[in-house]
Structure formats: C-alpha cells, structure tokens
C-alpha cells in the first residue's frame, strides 16, 4: 500500500518538479494600447542585419517572460542559419520572406511565406530567412530572446 501511494504522489508532484526552476512569466501588459504599424517607435536590433528594426508590442525580451514584437525588415536581408533558445512564432504581416530550415543556407530547402502566412519554430532549431522586399512580422516567444548563428561571420555583432 505504502509504495502505491508513494508512486501515486511522484505521478501527481512530478510535473510540478520538473518545471520548479522554469519559472516565466505571463504575458501581463499593464495598460492597453492601440499600435498601427505607421506609427511605432522602430529602434535598430544589433542581432539582425543592417537596417533590421524591432518595435515592442508587449513584454520585455530581455526577462524570462512572454513577449511580443514587430519585426522589419529591409529589401534583400538575408539572416544566415541561426537558432533561439526558446521556441517562437512568427506571422508575416506585410510583404513576403523566404523561411528555411537547416544549418546550411539554401533557398531551395525554404518556401516564400507571404502576408498572413505563420511559422512556428521549435527552440534549437536552426533555420535562415531572406526577402526581396521590405518585410513587416510579428514575433511571439518567450525570453530572454537571443539568436545564436550556426556561423559566428554571420552575426551583425561580430562585424
């Protein structure tokens, strides 16, 4: 009796244990906002290529919480195979961007995404992405946000 209950307590406490230390918080904004895409505060990204701008939606990428950002991009950038250390979800609001997967960079293991269009990444993953025309995104993930490229040459904050 005494080890069927010991085993049913681990069953129930177990999840519990194995997320102690993974503490994130919610998404919790503090005043609501309206945001139209003319009128955001675009501030440079040194992790993203020349040209590359964020504006906050919610959250802080910084902290270990839920947040949300709109990503720009200019015409023709190329962001080379990197990963994330948290899973995130992109949704593509304006213009088209190639998105592909792998530690190599080649457009033929990728597919044009246009407006409307999601992608859903898995933390580790390696993947690229590159437009011909200017892109505006939405990026949903948990932080704090970093992007790791497969080839150091590539990162921005190594030039």
């Known amino acids: 009796m005494n080890r069927i209950f010991a ?4 069953a129930f406490f177990m999840p519990t244990l194995a997320f102690a230390d993974d503490k994130v918080g919610r998404l919790a904004p503090t005043e609501g ?3 139209n895409l003319e009128e955001l ?3 440079r ?3 993203l290529p020349e040209g590359s701008m964020i504006a906050l939606v919610a959250g802080n990428p910084g902290a270990a919480e ?4 709109y990503v720009k ?3 023709n950038t190329v962001i080379g195979p990197h990963t994330h250390p948290y899973a995130e979800v992109v949704t593509v609001l304006k213009g088209s961007v190639g998105n592909g997967h792998g530690k190599t960079f ?3 293991k990728g597919k044009i995404l246009g407006a409307g269009s999601t992608f859903v990444l898995p933390a580790g993953h390696a993947h690229f992405l590159w437009n011909e025309e200017e892109v505006i995104a939405l990026l ?3 932080g704090p946000w970093n992007i790791n490229y497969v080839d150091p040459a590539d990162d921005p904050r190594n030039k």
């Open 45 to 47: 990204d040194p992790s």
């Open 41 to 43: 505060q675009w501030v």
């Open 66 to 69: 839920v947040f949300m950002v």
């Open 73 to 75: 991009l200019p015409p």
């Open 33 to 35: 906002k309206t945001l």
């Open 7 to 10: 085993a049913l307590i681990l």
């Open 140 to 142: 949903t993930a948990t």
């Open 106 to 108: 080649d457009k033929g």
